[in-house]
C-alpha cells in the first residue's frame, strides 16, 4: 500500500530513519550500555527493533508497560523507573517469567514491593528535577531499609529530567555532571551494580560521569522539542493528514490535538506555518497552495504523548507501507 | 466499589453534578434546540443520557464517532459537523441505518459525499474562526452546486470557536451577534431548514441570534477552561491519582500528561498548586501535607482530548462506583 492510501490521521515511522538512529545509539551505548525507555514509543514491536540491535535491558514507566513487555517476551530484565504502591499491578509484575525490577524512594513504596513480591528494587534518588526519589543523603539508609524488608537492592536511578533542554551544550554537560555526582554520592551509600540515568538529551554528555547505564527513548522516532537540540538524531515519526479545506490564506487538515501531544506546543509542518490546532484540526499557511484532499506531513512536538494516541504506527519505506506495529502498551 | 479502590489514573464522572448539568441545558435548549456534540465524550452511554433527557439529534467531528453512535443505536439525526474527502468513511456513513448529513464547504467535498451516496449536507459557514467553511457571500453559489450534485442541503452551520473564551459578557454577546450575522446572511442564499453554531461557551447568548439549534458538548462534563467563564454547568470530571511519592516541599501522583489534555495548559489539583506534568507525573504543592498512597483529584484544562485519552469513566455516586462507561469513540 503507498502511503498516501492510508486513513488520516495515521501515525508513520520512516523505517530507514528509524533505522539509523537505532544504530547511531547502539553504537554509543552499546548492549546493556542503554536500557531503552518504552515509556517513548509504548510499543513491543518497536521495542522489538531495539533488541534485536543488542539491547535487551528496558525501562518502563507504568506496570502496563512491563506486563506487555513481559507478555511479548522482549527484554530479560526490566525497570519499573517509577514508583506504584498498587498491590494489584505489583503482584501482577512479580508474577511475570521475566525479572522485574522498581524504583522505589521511600518506606512506603518499599513494603508495597515486598508485599507483593517483587524481588529486585533501585533506590529512586532526587538529582534535581522535583518528582520522584529520594535527597541523595538519605538514600544509602533507604537502601538497607530495602535489604532488611528482603528486597535486593541493585543500585541507583537518577533522572536529569530538568537539563534534557538546556541550549548551551558546555553548560548542559558541566549541569549533567553536577547532577550525576549526586547520584554517584547516593551511589557510594546504596552499592549495587546499578547506576541508570540520562535520556536522549544527554546521551552523549554520559562518557565521564560514571553511569552504567543511560535510559533514552526518544531518539528512536525524535520530535521537534528534541529536533532543536542539535542531536544527531532525524525526526523518523509523521502524523500525516489529508487537507480537507483551503481558504485564500489558510489550509486545514484532519489532524488535530487528539492526534499530537502538545504539551511542548504546536506541532510543525514543513515549508509551512502552523497557526493553531483544534481538536481534529490543524489550521496552517502553506508556503506553496494546497488543494483538498493534499496530503501532508505533520511532525509532533512531543513524542510520547503522540504514540499514545494512536492504535497502531505504520513503517513506511520510500513511501510504500510495510508493515503495522501495535501501539499495545498505552494504558496503566 | 469505593472511588478509592479504583486503579489510577482513573477517569471519574460525578453523576449527580453531570446530571445537573444536562438538565440546566436542556431547560435552556430543550430537544432538537440542542445537537449535542459528542466530540466533546466521545462517549455513546453519555449520549444515550443526553438522549433520555430528550435530545436526539447529535454533532460528531469524525467518522467514527457518527458509525459508533449509529451501531449504538443513539440519535436519530447524526451531522458529521466537519470535512471528510474519505471515500471509504463516506460510504460507510452512508450505508447507516440512522439518517447522516455532512459539512461541505467545496467542491472537492460535494463530489466525495454525492460519489459515496451521502444523501444530506449543510453548508459549513466560516463566521470568523480560520478553520473549514466556506466565505458567507460564497455559501448561496455552493449550496445551488450541491443540488444539482443531488445533495439535499439542510441549511447551514458555522462555528464561532473563536469567541468562546472572550471574557467580558457583554462583548461576547456582541461579538457572537455580529458572528451569526454573517451565518444569517448566508443562510438567506442557501435556504433549508437548520442554522446550526455555537457551544458551551456562548450558550444563552443564542436567545436572539436566530440559530435553530445549539452544537455544544462540554457542558456536560466541564473542565477548568471553561469553569472560568462563569457558566451555570460545574465540574463533573476528573481524573483521580494516587500519590507516589512525598517531598519537603511536593508531592507527585501518578497523573500525567499521557492521561490529561493539555494544550489549554496544566490542570488543576483543588488545594493545592501545580507545578508542572511529565508523562506519568503530575508535580504539585498540596496546602495541606501529603502522604504516599493518598487520592488527588485532578480537574482536566480540556474535556475533549482528556476523554480520548482514557478507555473508560468511571460513574461515582456518592464516592461509590455504581457505572462503567467505555469511551468507544475515539479514534477516527
Known amino acids: 500500500m503507498h502511503v498516501n492510501d492510508l486513513p488520516t490521521p495515521a501515525l508513520i515511522i520512516d523505517a530507514?530513519?528509524?533505522?539509523?538512529n537505532l544504530a547511531i545509539m547502539a553504537e554509543h551505548h552499546p548492549g546493556e550500555r542503554l536500557r531503552p525507555h518504552v515509556k517513548a514509543h509504548k510499543c513491543?514491536?518497536?521495542?522489538?527493533?531495539?533488541?534485536?540491535?543488542?539491547?535487551?535491558?528496558?525501562?518502563?514507566?507504568?506496570?502496563?508497560?512491563?506486563i506487555g513487555m513481559a507478555h511479548a517476551g522482549v527484554g530479560t530484565d526490566l525497570l519499573l523507573a517509577n514508583e506504584t504502591?498498587?498491590?494489584?499491578?505489583?503482584?501482577?509484575?512479580?508474577?511475570?517469567?521475566?525479572?522485574?525490577?522498581v524504583a522505589v524512594d521511600s518506606e512506603a513504596t518499599i513494603v508495597a514491593a515486598?508485599?507483593?513480591?517483587i524481588a529486585s528494587c533501585l533506590i529512586d534518588v532526587n538529582v534535581g528535577l522535583p518528582r520522584c526519589g529520594i535527597a541523595?543523603?538519605?538514600?544509602?539508609?533507604?537502601?538497607?531499609r530495602a535489604r532488611s524488608?528482603?528486597?535486593s537492592v541493585r543500585g541507583v536511578m537518577g533522572y536529569e529530567g530538568h537539563l534534557m533542554m538546556v541550549a548551551d551544550r558546555a553548560?548542559?554537560?558541566?549541569?549533567?555532571e553536577r547532577s550525576m555526582q549526586l547520584l554517584l554520592q547516593a551511589h557510594r551509600d546504596v552499592g549495587g551494580d546499578i547506576v541508570s540515568a540520562g535520556g536522549t538529551g544527554t546521551f552523549d554528555l554520559h562518557d565521564a560521569t560514571g553511569i552504567t547505564e543511560?535510559?533514552?527513548?526518544?531518539?528512536?522516532?525524535?520530535?521537534?522539542?528534541?529536533?532543536?537540540?542539535?542531536l544527531p538524531f532525524d525526526q523518523a515519526l509523521y502524523v500525516i493528514g489529508t487537507v480537507i479545506s483551503v481558504s485564500a490564506e489558510w489550509a486545514v487538515a484532519d489532524v488535530g490535538l487528539k492526534a499530537l501531544g502538545m504539551d511542548h506546543g504546536n506541532p510543525t509542518v514543513i515549508d509551512a506555518t502552523v497557526w493553531f490546532c483544534s481538536d481534529e484540526h490543524i489550521t496552517y499557511q502553506p508556503a506553496g497552495g494546497a488543494t483538498v484532499g493534499d496530503r501532508v506531513r505533520v511532525v509532533p512536538a512531543h513524542v510520547d504523548p503522540t504514540m499514545a494516541m494512536h492504535e497502531a504506527a505504520w513503517i513506511v519505506c520510500d513511501d510504500e507501507v510495510v508493515d503495522r506495529w501495535a501501539i499495545d502498551l498505552r494504558g496503566w
Chains 1, 2 share one sequence.
Open 44 to 66: 513491543t514491536a518497536l521495542a522489538a527493533a531495539q533488541q534485536a540491535i543488542g539491547h535487551h535491558t528496558f525501562t518502563c514507566a507504568t506496570p502496563l508497560e512491563v
Open 114 to 117: 515486598r508485599d507483593a513480591g
Open 85 to 101: 504502591v498498587s498491590a494489584e499491578r505489583l503482584r501482577a509484575m512479580a508474577a511475570l517469567d521475566v525479572p522485574v525490577t
Open 171 to 176: 553548560e548542559r554537560l558541566a549541569s549533567v
Open 136 to 144: 541523595p543523603d538519605g538514600a544509602g539508609q533507604l537502601a538497607d
Open 214 to 230: 543511560l535510559q533514552a527513548g526518544s531518539y528512536a522516532l525524535m520530535d521537534s522539542h528534541y529536533g532543536r537540540q542539535g
Open 16 to 20: 530507514d530513519v528509524f533505522g539509523r
Open 149 to 151: 524488608a528482603g528486597l
